[in-house]
């Protein structure tokens, strides 16, 4: 009896899922209909306003209000942000300077800023911060500054890259401001200010004396992009910063500039606490002297660390020849690191082969140097791929450079063989 | 206790067990629902075109494990290289392949020994040689262990080292150059916008988000053209049109809520994104599970955990990166889902003491007691009501009417949640064709007459492999 009921219980239940699966189905079926036949009438309605401001753009008239009403009163907000965002507007100055001239004979931009300013409807509101910043509206510079401190993340984000489309001096401040709030990551806001013109140094140069380290950081870097020329001596101090990330930064940024006064620091970077300024210096060096800078580095394939010790790897790698010498010292009195690091060099230059070949030369000279660092190479222990090569070369050359290994280490002449 | 009195006593517990799973699907769509939302007006309004000329932007390092994918390793690679990002790097890891899958890799890419000096930071087996691409300078496949001769003639050696994906991912992570890797499938087909839509949000946080991952289907029936999807067709199979529902369900219905709350069990390693350092801290992918994505995610959420201050967070996305190939018989599903299965136990018994652990948060207690109850227990209760049901047929005390009301109430409402999700997922995705829809709508009916019966059989075999110590990562056989 109670199972019964428990049944009738349950096919009621049966039949108000089942209307509403069917509900939910032709809910469906009509929402996915209507929502692409509006779709298709508003890109129809976009195409249109697009084609007909081009014509304005063609006819090179001024367009009058009633003109610029009839096109721009029909379009919602999100249209009107469709328009300025798309590929034509970004690749046609003109298409945009109408759009723009146009929306403001629509008086559109006062009823934009109100919605900016605090529009009940959040993505409305977004959609009217970014036409904003993509019509580049100066006098909307306060609002956007207001909503980018907004507790809501996400009209926080699109008015931080609304104001990236404004790129002028009052708007990269803020953005620089912004690096200090920590709300977002650096790399996007600095990712926003590389694109704006090279009056904003100044900004960026002063943020580099900012309290918190991040801000220095960032500013540093944003400051790489820019090469100028005249603020190195700023960042030459910043190499003493108390902050590793500044320091390191600034070593790269000293590195882009390629100006020979900035040596000193750089060197002085060379025997910083942290490994990764280390890094940056050794590659700084390279960048600044190229071949000549192998006296300051070559000490470094002694460093503890792994990554500095790389560094040094792919300096060496661009010219090769011109560390042998060290190389070979390296590998008799270096530390296993070291060595492995010198080997490694070795390999990555694909100058095993060419050290093969010289055990042929005529040059009585070239053959002892390359015999001596075959030599070191053997002595050291590491794996240099000396079988793979050795394959290489044609039978009797083989047979030749196996009679000199042979005469340094007959156990791996027996292997090889 | 006579049979009705059992049936009394344990009915209201299958029930519960019922009402709760169904309640819980239902806050998971809300919640997805509204998350996904969120997402589709953030990607609308995104600004994509800054990450293409960003110094910047972050680079990625794309690892494509690859055994036996001659079928697709052409198309998966080519789609990579389509990809509308500035900087990345590929490295593909023939991995023991018995078919021509280095061969169609040399074809297209002009491969060259490089030798670079290997260190193998993880133990993951020998490889047999490094080769760079001389067409693009960004590829690099190693190969592991195929013997590689100077003219080329390729000479396989068929050697199973038991390393699994897991090995191969390891082995790649040896080479790997910058920040964020991203581990994709050998048969995985990208979207050209694939990377921008998904770095664009670590962008904004790479110091909190540690790995993330997003939407994929299946690439099944699909018409591809130089690693490009020119068509969509989603029922020329019925196996991958289910799964394809399937996959809405579980990464629109479930996966999104969990990410609102940080406690993503799963990104699956069809498309995934880790930091590398975390990954390197956490000793990279285990070989010892039958599937590494699970476990590491797992593992992820625990180093989250023992890392609070840092506020880590692991994330999915709805948008839709890329395709993959599913099992188009009911065969290779079965071999598919018993994997499956077995790594959901593993994990689950691997990582027991996270259940109920507040020091773990809202994944000890959201996403493990789920895991738990029905994807772990669920193939016994599916099993015990079974077992009742056939019975109480023998002994004459099934209420026949009874048990179909109850048949009746289990299909309308996996149905509903099935159409719940397809809703939440059309109202951000443009994808389907209407008639794509009524399709849908018609499987997430039917769905539970024999497409849910077969998993049930995956599952329960599943955990017979698990139960006998069955470990390995069987792939089936890639078809077109």
């Keep these: 009896m109670g199972f019964s009921r428990i049944t009738d219980f349950v096919w009621i239940v049966n039949k108000a899922l089942l209307i509403l699966a069917l509900i939910l189905s032709a809910f469906i079926i009509i929402y996915d209909s209507v929502r692409k036949a509006l779709d298709n009438r508003s890109q129809n309605r976009l195409e249109n306003t697009k084609k007909l401001l081009r014509n304005l753009a063609r006819s090179s008239k001024t367009p009058s209000k009633d003109t610029c009403s009839g096109i721009i009163n029909r379009l919602t907000i999100k249209q009107i942000f469709d328009i300025v965002k798309s590929d034509e507007a970004a690749g046609s100055k003109e298409f945009k300077s109408h759009l723009t001239s146009c929306l403001e004979k629509a008086g559109k931009f006062d009823r934009l800023e109100k919605i900016a300013s605090g529009s009940g409807r959040k993505w409305t509101r977004i959609q009217a911060i970014m036409t904003l910043g993509y019509c580049e509206i100066h006098s909307a510079l306060p609002i956007l500054k207001d909503a980018l401190l907004s507790k809501d993340s996400d009209i926080s984000y699109f008015s931080m890259l609304a104001l990236g489309q404004i790129k002028n001096n009052m708007s990269a401040r803020i953005l620089l401001d912004f690096l200090e709030k920590k709300m977002y990551s650096g790399y996007k806001i600095v990712s926003i200010l590389e694109s704006f013109p090279r009056t904003i140094v100044k900004e960026v140069v002063n943020k580099t004396g900012s309290s918190d380290p991040v801000a220095r950081f960032w500013a540093v870097k944003l400051l790489t992009t820019f090469k100028p020329q005249d603020h190195a001596d700023r960042i030459e101090e910043l190499t003493r910063d108390e902050s590793a990330d500044v320091r390191a930064a600034s070593c790269e940024f000293l590195g882009e500039l390629k100006n020979k006064r900035s040596l000193p620091p750089i060197l002085q970077c060379l025997n910083d606490s942290a490994w990764f300024v280390r890094m940056r210096a050794v590659r700084a060096l390279f960048s600044l002297l190229e071949k000549d800078c192998v006296s300051y580095i070559i000490g470094m394939l002694n460093d503890p660390s792994k990554f500095v010790k790389e560094s040094v790897k792919e300096v060496v790698i661009q010219d090769i020849e011109s560390y042998l010498p060290h190389i070979e010292t390296c590998l008799l009195t270096g530390s296993e690191e070291a060595k492995k690091c010198c080997v490694d060099a070795l390999v990555d230059s694909e100058y095993i082969s060419q050290l093969l070949k010289s055990l042929l030369s005529e040059h009585p000279d070239k053959k002892e140097r390359a015999t001596a660092l075959l030599a070191a190479l053997i002595r050291s222990d590491f794996y240099f791929g000396l079988k793979k090569v050795l394959d290489t070369f044609p039978g009797n050359d083989r047979k030749s450079i196996l009679e000199i290994i042979k005469s340094m280490d007959s156990g791996l002449e027996k292997r090889i063989r | ?480």
């Design chain 2, 1 to 480: 206790m006579s049979f009705e009195i059992f049936i009394a006593i344990t009915f209201p517990f299958f029930i519960s067990y019922f009402l709760i799973l169904m309640l819980y699907y239902c806050l998971l769509i809300f919640i997805g629902f509204i998350e996904g939302g969120k997402r589709s007006h953030q990607h609308h309004a995104e600004d994509y075109a800054s990450l293409s000329f960003s110094t910047f932007t972050i680079p990625v390092s794309i690892i494509v494990p690859a055994h036996n994918e001659e079928v697709w390793i052409r198309d998966s690679l080519l789609s990579i290289l389509n990809l509308d990002y500035p900087k990345f790097e590929v490295i593909v890891v023939d991995d023991e392949s018995t078919d021509g899958t280095l061969k169609k890799i040399d074809d297209m890419l002009d491969l060259d020994s490089a030798n670079n000096p290997f260190v193998d930071q993880f133990k993951s087996g020998k490889i047999s040689n490094i080769l760079k691409s001389n067409i693009h300078p960004n590829v690099t496949v190693l190969s592991r262990p195929l013997q590689y001769k100077e003219k080329r003639d390729v000479t396989v050696i068929s050697k199973h080292s038991g390393y699994k994906k897991a090995g191969a991912l390891n082995t790649a992570l040896n080479m790997v150059k910058y920040k964020y890797v991203c581990i994709i499938d050998g048969d995985t087909i990208l979207e050209p916008d694939a990377l921008k839509k998904v770095m664009i949000h670590i962008q904004k946080n790479p110091e909190n988000i540690i790995g993330i991952g997003s939407y994929f289907g299946l690439v099944n029936g699909f018409t591809l053209q130089d690693g490009m999807v020119v068509e969509r067709h989603f029922f020329k199979n019925l196996i991958t049109a289910y799964q394809n529902l399937e996959y809405i369900r579980s990464f629109i219905g479930n996966r999104i809520a969990w990410s609102r709350y940080n406690c993503l069990p799963i990104i699956s390693g069809g498309f995934a994104i880790w930091r590398r350092d975390v990954i390197m801290d956490m000793g990279g992918f285990s070989t010892s599970f039958s599937s590494e994505d699970l476990e590491f995610t797992f593992r992820a959420q625990e180093y989250v955990a023992k890392n609070k201050e840092k506020r880590y967070r692991i994330m999915m996305l709805p948008y839709y990166v890329g395709w993959t190939q599913g099992p188009s018989s009911v065969r290779t599903l079965i071999q598919q889902r018993n994997r499956w299965q077995r790594i959901e136990n593993e994990g689950m018994w691997r990582y027991r003491h996270m259940l109920l652990n507040p020091k773990y948060g809202a994944f000890a207690f959201l996403s493990l007691p789920y895991f738990l109850l029905y994807e772990v227990l669920g193939v016994f209760f599916e099993l015990f009501s079974i077992i009742l049901v056939l019975t109480g047929a023998l002994l004459g005390f099934l209420d026949v009417k009874m048990l179909l009301a109850f048949l009746t109430l289990m299909i309308l409402s996996y149905s509903l949640i099935s159409i719940s999700s397809l809703f939440s997922f059309i109202r951000n995705q443009k994808m389907f064709r209407t008639r794509d829809l009524f399709f849908f709508i018609c499987l997430s009916f039917l769905e539970s007459f024999w497409y849910r019966w077969v998993l049930a059989i995956a599952k329960i075999s599943g955990t017979y492999s698990f139960l006998r110590r069955v470990r390995s990562h069987d792939q089936y056989l890639r078809t077109r």
